[in-house]
């Protein structure tokens, strides 16, 4: 098949306006539609209010699913194990393999609780508890992904999580066993065949039979997406994601071929999704592009990789490795590959990613199913302020204070200073009540 | 000075309709107001449109404090220096107390990174770094709190945060010195005197003058949390407090005049503050609003404390303190004193709580001002989700991968089956081109 040569830009770090072209690049606002607002909003009041027949009436309108009751929302647990059971054993198998090195990476995540004793008795410390009830959105038809669902599932679980609600439309009463075979693997305990906004409404708030969760994680379309910013604070939340991002650094010695399909690995995803390379060998960009140009008329989902490839992506020539770095803590990326002959002396100049790919043989494909860290990364150029989903996203912490007779006599002394100073006499005076009279 | 008494609800948890009461005293949704909407994003484009002068318009207009240029808005290293000479001897020392238990309790909350090595030469890891530059709001006039600089500013040094950028409104051109010298106690690295919404404007997307910040965290009146609300993705944020509340769980052996102001102390915070008290002696119950009755009157804050007591409060009999547990982990409460002989015991079925303040002499004002915890904690039943502001929040982590030519080739054959079953052909081929050839 032949296919025109992609038209991919080139950029120079060195040319004076570099600074503007990367801001340009990298800019991405995500679209907020009234329209998809008001009919959140409306979906939300509905599940609040009629609850398991709102979900009954909404799956048969979004989903074109039809059933008589709620109860038939609900997937059995024979369901579940006969999906296990259908799915081909090197799949299940596969399955198997990652959530096993997701979770074993995952519990080197664990915190403790900690406390220590002061010279007069007082007591400081730390409280970390699991969440209660965690809801797990996963998308249905085409993007529903069962490596999603390990690595949604696994870190709350091994945080000690009591209960995991996931829910999965069945667009057209279709469900993907590969997703409930996921899900008995990762230790999922309730799944619900319900999407949409309608969804997010009832595990933020419950119905008669889906039981309100504290937080909710996953990805999901915009109504999804909507839902999940319009319930924040009744449950917490995960990132809401942007689209899917890659810089590659490479300095010129790994195989074109394989940083291109690198690069594509990333562009498959869907027309946002953005590829970045930076280079200081110009040969190295041409080989690449060439490799690009090869490639791309034998991958699948070509016409989706070409948009993002000559939409979002851009090759990029740097005068020096240290350039490289000091742009990868600008571009603060999703997936960073460092596939270079030192990866770990680079490393320790990055400040701001998501995953850190070391290494040749480091493919960022790696990490999205099996190698061990999450999937979920912060996007858009988040990862400056936010981390990898993670055993933490399911936990929180209570402060711990256990006063002495004398500590609290000595630190309200302060306190009452500092209240005082800030005219909040009743915080003063429950302090002074606790200052031993000598 | 002769008050009325005050009239607090009074609640039993063996009413059948207990459960219906304690939701109904719970519930609060903050008011989303179209208007301060509106305006809020007008003030946004201002500002990145306009940059130092917008700041230099907007501060004539809604601080009634007009400069000449926006140079006279930032606060100079001298002026920072003489609030920390101006200030009584007493008050710096109890800043300066307070500064050291902050400081030593939240650097028991630092977080190592970590990497394993695994059996075919893979290392996997988590990376963890401070962010690069924190934004700190401080609200101007009467809620210009110094304790609020110490408890933002000191998680974040702790974190290796490099730059504090804080901005605090200075309304008719007044400073507050408290809340200066606390900034430089603390370790804040600049000033500027702007607020409101153009204060937020400027961190998150940065002027000539002021830089731009990675995340805002400090609180703020509504246009103030609108606008973080607004900005959010840009940077990060801590959470939006709701009002303040505490819940005291007493067996009714501590001193009701303590207990009554412990709840007064909550109360004096503003008319939307809650107060609730859970004890199994009805007894103790009718002591503590004799208390309360007898203690409002010499209260300053009287009128604030009468309107949060009697809009939002509770006195809660409960048939026993296990069922005050109970209901504990439901309120799942910002502040929670444990007035009790045993709060370890009882400790341990806590789930869910801000911050737990244990023993009768463990005033919560305490920890508002001096104990070492912080005093930001997730209101309104988040603590089921989140945790206190600490240094966590000022530092990220990034997940590292790197594969050795034979755990590449192992995972590339797991990834590869997973990534076929979810039709990611590039992302499949990627990872074959690391398998290794038998």
Redesign the interface.
Known sequence: MKMNNLDIKRLNSSDTDFSQQLEQLLAWE?VSDHAVHGAVVDIIERVRRQGDQALVELTATFDRYSVDSFSELAVSAERIAQALANIDA??R???E??AERVRS?HQ??QQDS?Q?TEADG???G??I?P??RVGLYVPGG?AS???SVLMNAIPAKVAGVQEIIMVVPSPDGELND?VLAAAAIAGVDTVFTIGGAQAIAALAYGTETVPKV??IVGPGNIYVATAKRQVF?Q??LDM?A?PSEILVVCDGKT?P??IA??L??Q???DEDAQAILLSDSVEFLDAVQQSMDKLLPT???SDI?RAAIEDRSALILVPSMQAATEITNIIAPEHLELSVED??AM?AE??????????R??????????????HV??T?G???????L?V?DFQ??????????Q??SE??K??S???R???????????E??IKLQ
Chains 1, 2 share one sequence.
Request: net charge neutral; with cysteine; glycine share 10%.
């Open positions: 995500s090197d799949k198998q596969a399955l393999k990652a990476y080197h995540q900690w220590y007082t007591v400081l730390q409280k508890s969440l209660d085409k992904y069962p490596s590969m504290d937080k604070g449950v917490g809401i942007g195989d071929d394989w399909m690198d594509f690995s562009a498959e995803h991958m699948e989902r990789i990866p770990e490393l990055i400040r701001h990613a998501g995953a850190i790919f070391m290494g043989y480091t493919a960022e494909a790696l990490g999205d199913y099996c190698a061990g860290p999450n990364l912060p858009s988040t990862a400056r302020f936010s981390s990898p993670g933490y929180k912490r209570s402060s711990l204070i256990m006063c002495s007779a500590g609290a630190l309200g302060t306190a200073v500092l209240a100073g800030e005219s909040l006499t009743a915080h003063a005076r429950s302090a009540y606790r």
